[in-house]
């Protein structure tokens, strides 16, 4: 070794740069100082199989299952130097009893083995009690399929039982909240939904009782899990003793396919996973994001979406004729819609947009304006009280994506002058798409009476769908694609995980239509796809930094300073500071 | 390659003309319908049980149904047990299984009221579309709770496509009672 720079050891080498170097079955690789042992194997890509480690939470350790063979090298005796191979590492003195990788971080020249048969001995025989008092209930288990006692059992776990005794009774089918059913005998003691609720949620009303075999999960007496954050516990929950009211015994999860979308219930806009089976919707999951919701979501977003088999949704384009909606095509509709709004003076018309939509829809809302003439384009604030968590101030999923599209500081303000002209009558007719404005922006049915022409692009059959004289079905936010910037100024997209039903569109087709049919004939711009569309907006707003649909990263991402953070995610940051939990 | 030359074969002046052997022909038919008439045929025995016309059986006045073996494979059905209880928890595993997707379940929550609360999980619905069913026994194979079986009826007609599903009803008297242990009903477990 002539060359000067290798004079130095691995060792400095790593520290030089803030870490360690770890020997992972076999393997050097160098990892963050302090970095659990858990997430080094990861990072070596060796599958350590853990039930009560969770990043998010503290570890306690308490499932044993992560067991792996740890070796130092030996403490030199007082003025021996350490010695050396050739490779630069001392010998790597091996224990012979297994530690738990989740709660232990690695060490300098530290030695790990995820396979062998130590290790392989431990992880059999931890799985057999886990076993001992598991019902074989998985045909009937909502968790099979999902269930990390199944995968592993599978693969660590002995064919048969040795157990010939009778198992523990243990409560079943316990209702411990509004939204969740516990299953005691299931339960593998791991303590996630335990910390979950008293770490992240702050409301820590789950709890072990009794000792030894007979331990269980309970809720405090006289207390029922009703927090809004109470269904993340079914997520993390490895086994089948927590499950969801909501989706339970309604589909095995292997027949569900999986999109990644973000939630559009408020500013969060929280990433998610859509569960669906032909076209309904069977449950939304939250999909980690560090930046924005975790691996968290709250129980009231996560339960209310609009899927196609709703019964309410608008199937097919309606125009009110003597009072009464009748079912039209396409064409009719829009050739109606279209000479209906050229009968008005431009400034007789408003068109209505939402915060509620896509950043593509929005500029098809302002290309429509610009083609009626009209600078009257708002959008309806929608405000709520924000919980300190993940739930924003703001209701609409995309406001700060509506204040870049349509070049407008806050194009919520024009609302009230909008509500006043159209009670004095000075507006005529007016466009409004994904909004129903009885219930949000303060017009009563008798003002919407007041006007001569509501033309409207609705998902279900709200108050102005009914008030309209022409309505457009259009597609709820599972049922399409396209971006949204949330109150962090995160760009994110949304993924069809549904077809919109009956003679439904997607609303950017529905509005180009309409606005093809105002001009007369279309324009070689016109876009024919959302691609295309897209492209032409990010090419109109520099912000977007060349983000079209499908540059957009999964987990989104930051185009806008808008200096709101995130509460749950700034205290997820101060823990993992603290170190308390790997994050 | 070898090349094999193959040399016509002599033939006499008799067989040359082709009758004798459209005769020899003719003789082991008549044979055979007089044989018949007398009702000795070789299917008109016990072991085939046919109509003595010649080995036809005379299908459906006649049928073989006694003869099929335990494992022959006829339509699949659910099964109860001793105690009229439904056997199937609504698993799906068959209608994963099933190669031309046959069947469709929608499962269903047991009330806590019922006295079998704890098995918790029931089929609200379950069809069997017969138009599509390839008879292939995987359900029966994949079924953990052994509640559907393959049974030796295979004639199921119908007059429209919705007249060949099976619904649950259907399934279940089609199917009837198998008796042994399904650890669900069991106190203990």
Redesign the interface.
């Known amino acids: 070794m002539s060359d000067s720079t290798t004079t130095q050891l691995p060792k400095d080498r790593a520290a030089e740069k803030g870490m360690v170097n770890v020997q992972i079955d076999g393997h050097w690789i160098q990892v963050p100082r302090g970095t659990r042992m858990i997430e080094a194997c990861k990072i070596a890509e060796k599958e350590v199989p853990h039930y009560c480690y969770h990043p998010k939470l503290s570890s306690p350790g308490n499932c044993r299952m992560c067991l792996v063979q740890m070796g130092m090298p030996a403490r030199p005796a007082p003025g021996e130097e350490p010695t050396y191979g050739d490779d630069g590492y001392q010998e790597i003195g091996w224990m012979p009893r297994p530690v738990i990788a989740c709660a232990n971080t690695v060490g300098e020249n530290m030695g790990i083995r995820t396979t062998g048969d130590l290790v392989e001995k431990c992880r059999e025989g931890v799985m057999e009690f886990l076993l001992i008092n598991h019902?074989?209930?998985?045909?009937?288990c909502d968790q099979?399929g999902e269930c990390r006692l199944q995968e592993f059992s599978v693969e660590h776990g002995k064919g048969e039982s040795r157990f010939k005794e009778?198992?523990v009774k243990k409560p079943?089918?316990v209702k411990i909240g509004p939204r969740i059913r516990l299953d005691d005998e299931r339960c593998i003691m791991c303590s996630r939904c335990i910390r979950f609720m008293d770490e992240v949620a702050d409301d820590p009303v789950l709890g072990f009782s009794e000792r030894g075999t007979h331990t269980t999960v309970g809720i405090y007496p006289g207390r029922e899990l009703t927090n809004n954050y109470g269904l993340n516990t079914v997520d993390i929950c490895p086994v089948g003793a927590l499950t969801s009211n909501d989706f339970?015994?309604?589909?095995?999860t292997?027949?569900l396919k999986e999109t990644d979308s973000i939630d559009t219930n408020c500013g969060t806009g929280a990433n998610i996973t859509i569960w669906t089976r032909g076209n309904k919707i069977f449950r939304i999951t939250p999909r980690q994001n560090d930046e924005v919701n975790s691996c968290w979501i709250p129980d009231s977003h996560r339960l209310s979406y609009t899927c196609p088999t709703d019964d309410d949704r608008l199937t097919a384009c309606l125009i009110k004729a003597d009072g009464v909606h009748e079912e039209t095509c396409w064409e009719n509709a829009l050739d109606a819609a279209a000479d209906a709004l050229k009968q008005y003076d431009a400034n007789e018309i408003a068109v209505i947009a939402s915060a509620r939509q896509t950043n593509e829809e929005l500029f098809m809302m302002r290309t429509l304006a610009s083609e009626l003439g009209s600078d009257r384009l708002a959008i309806v604030a929608r405000a709520q009280t924000p919980d300190e968590m993940l739930v924003s101030s703001d209701k609409n999923p995309n406001t700060t994506g509506a204040k870049l599209i349509l070049d407008d500081k806050n194009p919520a303000d024009k609302m009230d002058a909008i509500c006043e002209s159209i009670r004095s009558g000075q507006i005529k007719a007016i466009v409004v798409a994904s909004e129903d404005l009885t219930e949000a922006a303060q017009l009563t049915n008798e003002d919407l009476d007041n006007l001569e022409l509501i033309v409207s692009l609705n998902t279900s059959a709200s108050a102005t769908a009914q008030a309209s004289d022409i309505v457009f079905p259009g597609a709820s936010s599972t049922e399409k694609r396209g971006s949204m910037i949330n109150v962090a100024g995160r760009l994110q997209k949304l993924n069809a995980a549904c077809i919109p039903p009956g003679d439904a569109r997607v609303d950017w087709e529905a509005i180009r239509d309409l606005i093809n049919a105002l001009s007369g004939e279309p324009s070689n711009d016109t876009p024919q796809s959302i691609d295309q569309l897209s492209e032409i907006i990010t090419k109109s707003f520099d912000v977007l930094n060349d983000y079209t649909l499908s540059k957009i990263p999964n987990s989104g991402v930051t185009v806008i300073e808008t200096g709101v953070s995130i509460p749950l995610i700034d205290r997820e940051t101060a823990r993992k500071a603290t170190g308390e939990i790997v994050g | 390659m070898a090349t094999i030359k193959v040399t016509r074969p002599k033939l006499t002046l008799l067989e040359k003309i082709y009758l004798p052997a459209v005769i020899k022909g003719l003789c082991i038919t008549f044979m055979h319908a007089i044989r018949s008439m007398l009702g000795k045929t070789p299917g008109a025995n016990e072991n085939f049980n046919s109509s003595g016309l010649g080995v036809t059986m005379q299908y459906p006045e006649q049928k073989w149904d006694d003869q099929l073996p335990d494992y022959y494979r006829g339509v699949p059905a659910l099964v109860t047990d001793e105690e009229q209880r439904e056997r199937c928890?609504?698993?799906?595993?068959c209608?994963?299984i099933c190669p031309p997707k046959a069947i469709a379940i929608i499962?269903?929550?047991i009330e806590?009221d019922d006295p079998w609360?704890?098995?918790?999980?029931r089929p609200k619905e379950f069809d069997i579309d017969m138009t599509r069913c390839i008879y292939c026994g995987m359900c029966e194979e994949v079924c953990?709770?052994q509640a559907i079986y393959l049974r030796k009826d295979y004639a199921m007609t119908g007059l429209s496509r919705e007249d060949m599903v099976n619904d649950k009803k259907r399934l279940y008297e089609i199917g009837g009672v198998r008796t042994g242990l399904v650890?669900?009903w069991n106190e203990?477990?």
């Open positions: 019902p074989l209930d998985c045909p009937i099979a009778d198992k079943k089918n339970r015994f309604q589909m095995r292997w027949f | 928890v609504s698993c799906q595993l209608e994963f499962p269903d929550e806590s609360a704890k098995v918790e999980k953990p709770e650890n669900k203990i477990k």
